[in-house]
């Protein structure tokens, strides 16, 4: 499973989760195998970070990239539903870095998202 993480710098693993999928500067991507972190990764700039882009944009970005779960301190409602029509899984509430939010996902501990307002 190819999880994105919405990142604030391109330190991958020790980056910081940034709180908004969409004005962050990076994605941090991991490869998800048998429970546990593939040790190659990927650090991608986010192309719409100073435009933010249409709507929608920036989840088919992610799904280009292979995105198939998308973690982020918060994101509005119209992007989760922008992700869902992409079949991305939206999950939200996360913070610190980027490896800390990928092993509380793959341990349940974040679960889905709420859309912030």
Request: some cysteine; charged content about 20%; aromatic content about 8%.
């Amino acid at each position: 499973m190819q999880i994105g993480v919405a990142a604030e710098d391109n330190s991958g693993l020790e980056a910081e989760v940034s709180m908004h999928f969409g004005r962050c500067p990076y994605y941090v991507i991991v490869e998800e195998k048998n429970g546990e972190i593939d040790p190659l990764i990927r650090v991608i700039a986010n192309p719409y970070f100073r435009s933010h882009g249409e709507p929608g944009q920036i989840p088919s970005f992610l799904k280009e990239q292979g995105i198939e779960v998308i973690i982020a301190g918060g994101m509005g409602p119209r992007a989760v539903g922008f992700f869902n029509q992409f079949a991305i899984k939206t999950v939200t509430g996360a913070s610190g870095k980027v490896k800390e939010a990928v092993d509380s996902f793959l341990e349940g501990e974040l679960e889905s998202s709420k859309p912030c307002h």
